[in-house]
């Protein structure tokens, strides 16, 4: 049995509280929320903070406002299965419905939240093991070693974003506003990742992410399609999200994001722009998937064959592109 390391554990019942632990303990004090993947990764000696401070406690930061007009306010500490059971999201946001839904089990969503999902920790063969394991092969760059057993000669880690929800939320244009000691700020969710297995997130370790902004859904259709070995509680080894606006016939806006085939979800910038100001044929799906595949760059580090996962980013992106065209 794996035993969790000894740490110290606050539990406030304020944001501004829970900021001033942070400050006052320094880097090595983590929030936890539903701790399924913090206290696994303390159990694998990945990790190791030596206070954590619990979020469970501050009510603000749980719960859904607005609504599909106005665009939704999220709190991060709002477990998955609330998420998953909430009409409005399942109705208006169906890109974030889907990806919630895809998460791991439902006993783990009952306990996971967004927030965590959002800073989930990134992902790898080689990392994700036992300390025992891991010394066996000396360790590597992301955890106690010098190494990348990935790509050797690599002077970055190459640990996947995981998470189901980002790529959704980026490709909604979606905000996380922070908070910390030193104040509060509002970011676009593609600037919380940085293409950088270590230092994943450009969010310093004493911000406390306290919400997430979601646009008006009313003029757009979202969806998202996972590929894993098993259809419940395996991780993401290609997540495709796709959220378009329709202006009549044509496509007014396409956001399409890429997740877990990189260290950050990725943006289709050239598939993008050959969706927009055209109709949704099957002309212009055959040549978004085409733009979208060399985006795609997975590494030997999770699972399956490498370029069959490529391959399938053809097809998973013209699969959420139909998808949203029937709805
Ligand atoms: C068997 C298994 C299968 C899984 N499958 C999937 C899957 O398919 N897809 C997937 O995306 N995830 C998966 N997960 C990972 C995890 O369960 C989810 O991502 C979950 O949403 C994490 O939320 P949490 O509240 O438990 O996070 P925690 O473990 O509490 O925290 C995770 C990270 O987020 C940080 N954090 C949490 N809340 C905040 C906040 N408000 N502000 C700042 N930082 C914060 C923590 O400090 C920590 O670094 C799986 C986990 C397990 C154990
Ligand atoms: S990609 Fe390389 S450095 Fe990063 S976790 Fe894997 S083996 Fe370690």
């Keep these: 049995m794996m035993r969790l390391p000894k740490f110290r554990y606050y539990a406030p019942q304020t944001v501004t509280e829970a900021a001033a632990i942070l400050h006052a303990e320094g880097p090595q004090a983590m929030v936890v929320a539903g701790g399924t993947d913090l206290y696994p990764n303390m159990k ?7 206070t954590l401070v619990g979020l469970r406690k501050i009510g603000r930061l749980r719960g859904v406002k607005g609504s599909a007009a106005r665009g939704l306010w999220i709190g991060p500490g709002t477990t998955l299965t609330d998420l998953e059971e909430n009409a409005l999201l399942r109705r208006h946001y169906p890109g974030l419905f889907q990806a919630i839904h895809s998460i791991s089990t439902p006993i783990l969503r009952n306990m996971g939240t967004i927030g965590g999902n959002i800073c989930l920790d990134t992902r790898c063969n080689y990392y994700d093991q036992n300390y025992e394991w891991r010394r066996a092969i000396n360790f590597c760059m992301k955890c106690d070693g010098d190494i990348c057993w990935v790509a050797p000669k690599s002077k970055i880690c190459l640990a996947v974003s995981s998470s189901d929800t980002a790529p959704v939320l980026c490709a909604y244009g979606a905000r996380f506003h922070l908070a910390s000691k ?29 919400g997430i902004t979601l646009p008006p859904a009313a003029r757009f259709r979202s969806a ?4 894993r070995r098993r259809e419940a509680f395996d991780f993401p080894v290609l997540g495709v ?21 990189s260290m950050a979800p990725v943006e289709a910038k050239d598939a993008q722009a050959a969706l927009t100001v055209r109709p949704l044929t099957d002309e212009t799906i055959e040549e978004a998937a085409r733009l979208a595949y060399p985006l795609a760059k997975p590494v030997d580090n999770t699972d399956f064959a490498l370029r069959w996962r490529k391959e399938m980013t053809r097809h998973f992106v013209k699969e959420v592109l139909r998808e949203i065209r029937q709805t």
Excluded: N, S
């Design 241 to 261: 999200a796709v959220c378009v606006r329709f202006e009549g016939a044509v496509v007014g806006d396409a956001r399409l994001w890429l997740g877990a085939v």
């Design 224 to 227: 998202y399609r996972k590929l």
């Design 182 to 210: 030193k104040g509060e700020r509002t970011i676009e969710a593609k600037d919380l990742y940085k293409r950088d297995g270590i230092h994943y997130l450009t969010k310093r370790p004493d911000e406390i992410l306290t």
């Design 44 to 50: 694998r000696r990945h990790q190791m903070p030596t």
